[in-house]
């Protein structure tokens, strides 16, 4: 798909589909909707996804935690400057992405879902979640370490929530370790999955990062760890 001519609106495209725009911005933007079909055709794919951020107020909070967290970065050397510049860049795109992710997790796992026991607290043991690392494809060096960002990302989020029990990376880390893998970056899926076994997960979240420019491109996997079934996916 062509690029839109007018870089200004292509910039407000992802707060418009989380509704951060101001009025004014927002007229501005649905006007140039009915004159750009490239702006219009990207958030009409985006719209089922983005509807459901919308409207669910755990995504609300993380998403002003994020936001926060990211004013609140202090830049002390060339490098932390370097490293600031580049999450402003791509910190508009790359935390929606992230959050569609852990929505489906939570979507998929919240007790009507799933048969499990009736309390809350019930529910988060049965869910015992790992998150593995995120492969970036799109950069294969991953120079900006996307893959681990991303990954904090979504234990950040999901450990948040009332219906899922995610598990440190430390403890990932540590289990890897003694089956002397020491990169998680390039385990594969079998390897993955033993360590999701060894930590008592019922569940394993693997992902890929396809693209990062204009926008991120993130695809997941959730996968039942005693069966090795995809229960879903999300791209």
Same mark, same amino acid.
């Given at each position: 798909?062509?690029?839109?001519?007018?870089?200004?609106?292509?910039?407000?495209?992802?707060?418009?589909?989380?509704?951060?725009?101001? $009025?004014?911005?927002?007229?501005?933007?649905?006007?140039?909707?009915?004159?750009?079909?490239?702006?219009?055709?990207?958030?009409?794919?985006?719209?089922? /996804?983005?509807?459901?951020?919308?409207?669910?107020?755990?995504?609300?909070?993380?998403?002003?935690?994020?936001?926060?967290?990211? $004013?609140?970065?202090?830049?002390?050397?060339?490098?932390?400057?370097?490293?600031?510049?580049?999450?402003?860049?791509?910190?508009?795109?790359?935390?929606?992405?992230?959050?569609?992710? /852990?929505?489906?997790?939570?979507?998929?796992?919240?007790?009507?879902?799933?048969?499990?026991?009736?309390?809350?607290?019930?529910?988060?043991?049965?869910?015992?979640?790992?998150?593995?690392?995120?492969?970036?494809? /799109?950069?294969?060096?991953?120079?900006?370490?996307?893959?681990?960002?991303?990954?904090?990302?979504?234990?950040?989020?999901?450990?948040?929530?009332?219906?899922?029990?995610?598990?440190?990376?430390?403890?990932?880390?540590?289990?890897?370790?003694?089956?002397?893998?020491?990169?998680?970056?390039?385990?594969?899926?079998?390897?993955?999955?033993?360590?999701?076994?060894?930590?008592?997960?019922?569940?394993?979240?693997?992902?890929?990062?396809?693209?990062?420019?204009?926008?991120?491109?993130?695809?997941?996997?959730?996968? $039942?760890?005693?069966?090795? $079934?995809?229960?879903?996916?999300?791209?």
């Amino acid at each position: 798909m062509a690029d839109c001519n007018d870089k200004r609106f292509e910039e407000m495209l992802h707060a418009y589909e989380l509704g951060m725009l101001s $009025d004014d911005d927002r007229e501005k933007f649905e006007m140039h909707l009915m004159e750009c079909e490239v702006c219009f055709e990207k958030v009409q794919k985006l719209m089922t /996804a983005v509807g459901l951020v919308r409207h669910d107020s755990e995504v609300h909070a993380v998403i002003e935690k994020e936001a926060a967290r990211g $004013d609140d970065q202090t830049e002390s050397d060339p490098s932390e400057v370097k490293a600031s510049i580049f999450k402003r860049k791509l910190w508009p795109s790359l935390v929606p992405s992230a959050i569609v992710v /852990a929505l489906l997790v939570v979507l998929i796992l919240k007790p009507w879902q799933i048969e499990i026991s009736p309390t809350q607290e019930a529910v988060a043991i049965e869910n015992r979640l790992a998150i593995m690392y995120f492969e970036n494809l /799109a950069d294969p060096d991953d120079e900006h370490n996307l893959g681990e960002i991303i990954t904090s990302l979504l234990i950040t989020d999901l450990s948040e929530s009332e219906y899922v029990s995610v598990i440190s990376s430390q403890r990932l880390y540590d289990i890897a370790r003694i089956m002397g893998k020491d990169e998680r970056s390039s385990l594969d899926r079998e390897t993955a999955m033993e360590i999701a076994r060894r930590a008592d997960a019922k569940w394993m979240l693997l992902g890929s990062i396809h693209q990062t420019e204009p926008y991120f491109s993130l695809a997941g996997q959730l996968i $039942d760890v005693s069966t090795g $079934d995809v229960i879903a996916s999300q791209l």
